[in-house]
C-alpha cells in the first residue's frame, strides 16, 4: 500500500493550491486520511483529517476557514484545497492514513505515511 502526495509549489501570499493524495488500494472504511505538515525546524503538526464516518472534519486552528478536506466516492483519493496562503504554511505537507480519526484532534496512530510535497508561500 502507497500514499502518493502531489500538487506542491510556489505560491504567492493569497494564493491557492490543491493538494492530492491517492491511495494504491481503496481505503474503504478501514483508514480515514489526514494531512500532517512540517517546516524545517519545526514539529510535524496536523492539519486537517477526513474521518471515514458522517462526523465533521478535523482542522487544526491556524487553517480553519482557508483549507478544506475531502474525499472522492472511489475512497481512493482525498484532497486538501488550501485558499489564501500565508508564508507560515509554508512546509513540506504529507498525508497518512489512520484507522481512526476524530473531528476534534489529529489522528494518534498513523499506519502509514506518504512521502510528502512541498508547500512555499512567499510573501
Known amino acids: 500500500v502507497q500514499l502518493v502526495e502531489s500538487g506542491g509549489g510556489s505560491v504567492q501570499t493569497g494564493g491557492s493550491l490543491r493538494l492530492t493524495c491517492t491511495a494504491s488500494?481503496?481505503?474503504?472504511?478501514?483508514?480515514?486520511v489526514a494531512w500532517f505538515r512540517q517546516a524545517p525546524g519545526k514539529e510535524r503538526e496536523g492539519v486537517a483529517s477526513m474521518p471515514f464516518t458522517a462526523h465533521s472534519p478535523f482542522y487544526a486552528d491556524q487553517v480553519k476557514g482557508r483549507f478544506t478536506v475531502s474525499r472522492d466516492r472511489g475512497q481512493k483519493t482525498v484532497y486538501l484545497q488550501m485558499n489564501d496562503l500565508k508564508p507560515e504554511d509554508s512546509a513540506m505537507y504529507y498525508c497518512a492514513a489512520s484507522p481512526l480519526c476524530s473531528s476534534t484532534q489529529p489522528p494518534q496512530r498513523i499506519y502509514l505515511w506518504g512521502q510528502g510535497t512541498q508547500v512555499t508561500v512567499s510573501s
Open positions: 488500494i481503496e481505503l474503504d472504511n478501514k483508514y480515514c
